[in-house]
């Protein structure tokens, strides 16, 4: 699924269509989880959510914190609260703090449920969709989270496919669709960054150009994981070109072609590949100062 929605190239009409499913889907729901990447909370989220839930209680989930540096998604996680907005740290790969998503999102909603209650619903039950742009993980939530309930369901005669509904609790039912969201197009910031975690296809970048791009990043940072993987311990990152320090990487790794030269195209692919699959560490690429680089 996530290779197909990579490849998604978001062009108006489709995304005017988009936008109208999701609000079809938003008057079914009384909340909103929003699927963020821990490692890019800026760059993976769609500019224009706030209109399309308008005030719809929503709750942040921080997603793949497995790949993020947990001081920086703490930083998030605060300064998320500071906005009364309640996050939550996830793994849908392993399934880390799923089961917290229960409480937080009955806690979201706890305003509407008093107010339910007030007017005499005993044990009113609320619902919630599931929003995100490709790639950050909403398969992978839907399937940990509904679970067994999800096969039980769709296994069910005269059950069609779309809008099923899963009990998460007593009090909660998501909505089995998730919204795709679309990413911000219009900074070459943003646009790198999902392209350095691989959530956007990576055929509409040079490789190279890429890997320097996130090279001036790392360099800069200087993450422990990149320093010990690349054996950079005496290398001055400071004062080093981060072409010569792709090529550098590439020495190291033996990538020479004929005549002895660094194959930087092979290590600008492999310098990607490590990153997205936090080979260089745990490393977040945005922080709640506004610092993006
Ligand atoms: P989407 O529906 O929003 O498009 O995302 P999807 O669930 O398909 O997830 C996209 C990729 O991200 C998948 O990897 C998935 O395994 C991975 N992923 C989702 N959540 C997490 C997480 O919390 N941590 C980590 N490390 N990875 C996560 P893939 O390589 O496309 O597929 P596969 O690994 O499942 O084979």
């Not at 009364?84 to 917290?100: E, Q």
């Not at 790639?135 to 779309?162: C, H, Y």
């Not at 007593?170 to 960054?193: A, I, N, Q």
Request: contains cysteine; proline residues 4%.
């Amino acid at each position: 699924m996530s290779n197909n929605q990579q490849t998604i190239q978001w062009f108006p009409g489709h995304m005017t269509k988009t936008k109208r499913q999701i609000q079809a889907n938003l008057k079914l729901v009384d909340a909103v989880a929003e699927i963020i990447d821990a490692r890019i909370p800026v760059s993976s989220r769609n500019p224009d959510l706030n209109k399309l839930i308008q005030n719809k209680p929503r709750i942040i989930l921080m997603n793949k914190c497995d790949m993020a540096n947990q001081t920086a998604t703490k930083m998030w996680i605060n300064h998320y609260a500071k906005q009364g907005i309640t996050a939550l740290a996830v793994d849908c790969k392993s399934g880390r703090n799923l089961n917290r998503f229960p409480a937080a999102a009955e806690s979201v909603l706890k305003e509407k449920t008093d107010r339910l209650k007030a007017k005499g619903m005993k044990n009113p039950t609320l619902r919630i969709m599931i929003v995100g742009i490709p790639n950050v993980g909403k398969s992978s939530f839907i399937n940990k989270t509904a679970g067994q309930n999800r096969a039980k369901a769709e296994d069910r005669p005269g059950v069609t496919r779309g809008n099923q509904w899963f009990t998460i609790s007593k009090t909660l039912e998501m909505l089995d669709t998730p919204g795709v969201l679309w990413p911000r197009f219009d900074d070459k910031t943003v646009g790198e960054h999902l392209a350095f975690t691989g959530a956007v296809n990576d055929r509409v970048y040079d490789n190279e150009l890429l890997a320097v791009r996130l090279l001036d990043f790392l360099k800069d940072l200087k993450p422990e994981g990149f320093i010990s993987r690349f054996k950079l311990e005496n290398t001055d990152l400071d004062g080093i070109e981060s072409y010569e320090l792709l090529n550098l990487i590439g020495k190291k790794r033996g990538m020479l072609v004929s005549g002895g030269e660094i194959d930087t195209g092979r290590a600008a692919i492999m310098l990607l590949d490590e990153f997205r699959a936090a080979k260089l560490g745990r490393i977040t690429l945005e922080m709640p100062n506004g610092d993006l680089k």
